[in-house]
C-alpha cells in the first residue's frame, strides 16, 4: 500500500514504487475529516490515474473508540518530548483516527475504494496453524540425514562433556530427548544454534546458553550450554513437551563487544532474506506511565 504524503516527491515515488512492485500496489487514501482531505483526495486519485493504480481505503487508525483521544494526545506529547498544550499542528484535530463502524466509513469513502479494501483483506487471510518454521537445510553434509547428523555430533560431544565415561542414565536421557527431538522435527533448530555457538567458539567469542535449555542433556553435549543438567535437577519438560505444540526457547548470549561478529556470520551463512533482529516492544505499565507522564 502506498500512501502519498502529498508532496512533489509522490511523483517520484509513484514511478519507482511502479516500476518494482507493478500488479500488486495500491495507493491508500485516509480520509479523517480535516480541512484538506478534498485537495488530498484529488492529488492521490491523480497519482492513482498517473499510474493505472487501483485506489484502495485506509483507515490510519491510532485507537479503538474515540473516547481515547485523549490518551492519545498524551502518547503524542511523550513521542516529541514536550506537553499536551505544546503540541500544536502535531495534536490530533479530531478521532476520526478510531476504528469506524462501516455505515460511516460507507459515508466517507467511494464504494469501489472499500471494496478494494475488503479484496486485499481477502488477500490476506492465513490460518495461524499454517505458520511454520523453515530451518537451514544446507549445514546437513553429504551422506546424513537431520537425525543422524544430530545424533553423531551428540556422540561426540559426550565423550567431551563425560571424559570418564558417559553415565548410564545420561545415555537413556540423551535417547529420550533425541527421539523427542526427532517425533516434533526439531532436529534443523538444535543444529543451527549448534552452528552459531560452534562459530562463536572457534572465533574465541564468549557465549552462554541459558535459560530453559539448561534443562537438556542435548544442548549440554553440543556445547550449547555450559551447565551439567544433573547439577540443577529440573525437568526437561520445561524445555520441549509434546503438550505445548510450541518450539523450544534456547537464549544464547554472546559478549556485546563481539555480538556484531556473530551478526554478520549469521547474515554471512543463511542469508538476510533468512535472517532478522527481534525488536522488543514495551508496553506501558503503571510505574513507567507515571515517569513518563
Known amino acids: 500500500l502506498w500512501l502519498p504524503n502529498h508532496q512533489a516527491s509522490d511523483h517520484y515515488w509513484g514511478r519507482w514504487l511502479n516500476q518494482h512492485h507493478n500488479n500488486r500496489l495500491w495507493v491508500a487514501i485516509q480520509r479523517h475529516l480535516g480541512g484538506d482531505d478534498d485537495a488530498y ?18 483507515g490510519g487508525v491510532l485507537m479503538h473508540t474515540a473516547e481515547r483521544l485523549p490518551l492519545q494526545h498524551i502518547l503524542t506529547a511523550i513521542k516529541h ?12 484535530s479530531n478521532a476520526e483516527r478510531a476504528l469506524r463502524p462501516l455505515n460511516k466509513l460507507v459515508r466517507i469513502y467511494k464504494p469501489e475504494w472499500l471494496e478494494e479494501s475488503k479484496y486485499i ?11 511454520k518454521y523453515e530451518y537451514p537445510t544446507e549445514l546437513i553434509p553429504n551422506g546424513y540425514t537431520p537425525n543422524s547428523y544430530l545424533r553423531m555430533l551428540v556422540e561426540q560431544g559426550k565423550e567431551r562433556r563425560f571424559p570418564e565415561g558417559v553415565p548410564e542414565d545420561i545415555n537413556q536421557t540423551i535417547e529420550n530427548e533425541l527421539r523427542l527431538i526427532e517425533d516434533l522435527k526439531y532436529h534443523y533448530y538444535f543444529l543451527t544454534i ?20 539448561a534443562n537438556s542433556v542435548v544442548c549440554y553435549c553440543l556445547e550449547i550450554t555450559a551447565v551439567d543438567p544433573r547439577q540443577i535437577s529440573v525437568l526437561f519438560e520445561r524445555f520441549i513437551s509434546k503438550e505445548r505444540k510450541e518450539p523450544p526457547d534456547i537464549d544464547v548470549d554472546f559478549e556485546h563487544e563481539r ?35
Open 81 to 92: 518530548g514536550c506537553s499536551v498544550d505544546k503540541l500544536g499542528f502535531e495534536r490530533l
Open 194 to 213: 549448534h552452528d552459531i555457538v560452534m562459530f562463536a567458539k572457534q572465533q574465541g567469542i564468549l557465549y552462554q546458553g541459558r535459560g530453559s535449555a
Open 121 to 131: 483483506a481477502d488477500l490476506c487471510e492465513f490460518k495461524l496453524s499454517d505458520l
Open 259 to 293: 555480538r556484531e561478529e556473530v551478526i554478520q556470520y549469521i547474515y554471512k551463512k543463511y542469508g538476510r532474506e533468512r535472517a532478522a533482529l527481534a525488536a522488543t516492544v514495551i508496553s506501558y505499565r503503571f510505574k513507567s506511565a507515571v515517569r513518563e507522564v
Open 41 to 58: 483526495t484529488n492529488h492521490c486519485e491523480k497519482l492513482a490515474h498517473e499510474w493505472q493504480l487501483p485506489i484502495t481505503a485506509c
